[in-house]
């Protein structure tokens, strides 16, 4: 048996009908953009694995890092200890997350620094005394697929299931220039139930890249702040550059009060995540009475081996050639956003930073794992580009060490399938 055949024994893939889901292919390495297969066959990664890899597979320079820290100290406890590691880590990400931002959570995955946004936010009205027990978020919205996470996910097929057993989530549709989403975000906040207010700054990732303008998000914030409601700035996707700077919120001139981070923090080697805090919300906390504070942890918190893979990859990501990367992706982007105009299927292209999409024109609407985008996957990955469709939307995320002659490669393949779809 080869290991495709083993795994289709042994494994449970996340978001996967096993009933209806062949072989998956098994990857046995990668370099760069490509990654390859158990039986040879190469692949481009358009979507950086899942948004979590800007600097390319197996990075050496991350690689070597880790090495060191593992060779060095590969864990301790964060419960009664610190690290040299973690404390870098929080003093770097502190001076480049927006500047109200003062304390961090260490955790290990996206879902968690959601969890733990959530919870502090709550634990701080109820640390006052004061009844605040609600969430407020966007339709469409995704936040990871623990309970809390997912309370305040929009997408509902992931969390149909389990809509009785969930935190108390109100929901807003996505600001635009015509909607009414402020004056219903004003309505709603007259009931002062709220302890805070979670969203994907500026692109809705899992939505399908559903893009909406800074603008009308800082009039969102301060009203929150108006109403001392939290705000939450689910940067998981889209920090790191991805949209072009820094953070999404470096496009905001409000500040959110929380910011989650993951996916690309450690340049997709080292499951880990980091919650951000103001110091009002840190100060929520202290007392001397031990039961006000955050009674939250995991294991792994603090990792020193996570947190030395964290700070090269920001080294990396500040470097002038990745910075210079990202502009001219951006750039290559907008070129093919504007080849793509003469396909009449093409609808509602966008582009931000690295990430560019758009929705095939169908006659009827596309379900998000349904078989139009299953046929388009497919369609992809046998010409050996991996890029995960949502619904009838194509979307493209590439490693930030992607050249233009790759990139080609990408769009090119994207124009095949738009010609015999
Ligand atoms: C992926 C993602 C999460 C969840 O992160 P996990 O590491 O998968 O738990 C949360 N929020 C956003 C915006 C994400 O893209």
């Known amino acids: 048996m080869n290991l495709s055949q083993k795994d289709q024994l042994y494994n449970w893939h996340p978001y996967t009908q096993h009933q ?5 292919p098994a990857i046995v390495k990668g370099e760069g953009v490509y990654l390859w297969d158990e039986n040879g066959k190469q692949y481009i990664d358009a979507i950086s694995s899942w948004w979590v890899n800007p600097f ?8 070597k890092a880790i090495y060191n820290q593992l060779t060095t100290l590969e864990h301790v406890l964060f419960g009664g200890f610190t690290n040299k590691p973690a404390v870098e880590l929080a003093e770097k990400l502190l001076s480049i997350l927006p500047s109200n931002q003062k304390k961090l959570f260490y955790s290990d995955n996206g879902s968690t620094a959601v969890e733990i946004a959530i919870k502090s936010a709550l634990q701080f009205f109820y640390n006052k005394g004061e009844k605040r027990t609600k969430i407020l978020a966007f339709e469409e919205g995704f936040h990871g697929d623990t309970f809390g996470a997912m309370a305040a996910s929009g997408i509902t097929f992931f969390t149909e299931a389990f809509q009785g057993s969930l935190l108390e989530v109100v929901r807003i549709p996505l600001p635009t220039t015509e909607n009414n989403s402020l004056t219903l975000l004003e309505n709603v906040l007259q009931t002062n139930e709220f302890a805070a207010f979670i969203f994907e700054p500026l692109v809705q990732g899992a939505a399908g890249m559903v893009m909406y303008e800074p603008q009308e998000l800082d009039k969102l914030i301060s009203l929150c702040q108006k109403h001392k409601v939290f705000t939450i700035a689910d940067e998981i996707m889209t920090g790191f550059g991805k949209t072009g700077k820094t953070f999404a919120c470096d496009y905001l001139s409000e500040q959110p009060d929380m910011m989650c981070l993951s996916k690309a923090l450690t340049g997709g080697t080292i ?13 929520g906390f202290l007392s001397n009475d031990v039961n006000k504070a955050l009674f939250h942890g995991h294991t792994f918190t603090g990792n020193p081996t996570g947190c030395a893979a964290a700070l090269a990859s920001i080294e990396l990501l500040f470097s002038n050639e990745m910075q210079e990367n990202i502009s001219r992706i951006e750039q290559q982007h907008l070129q093919f956003a504007h080849r793509l105009k003469k396909y009449p299927n093409v609808q509602n292209c966008r582009t931000l930073g690295i990430i560019l999409a758009f929705e ?13 985008r299953n046929k388009l996957y497919a369609f992809f990955i046998e010409n050996g580009i991996i890029l995960r469709p949502v619904g009838n939307t194509i979307y493209v995320l590439p490693p930030y060490v992607t050249t233009n002659e790759q990139l080609e490669i990408i769009y090119k393949t994207i124009e095949k399938a738009l010609e015999i779809m």
């Open 360 to 372: 095939i024109k169908r006659e009827t609407t596309e379900s998000y794992y349904g078989d139009f």
């Open 20 to 24: 209806t889901t062949g072989l998956l």
């Open 271 to 283: 499951p880990m995540a980091v919650t951000s805090f103001t110091q009002e919300i840190f100060d």
């Open 56 to 63: 390319g597979h197996s990075n050496p320079i991350i690689a």
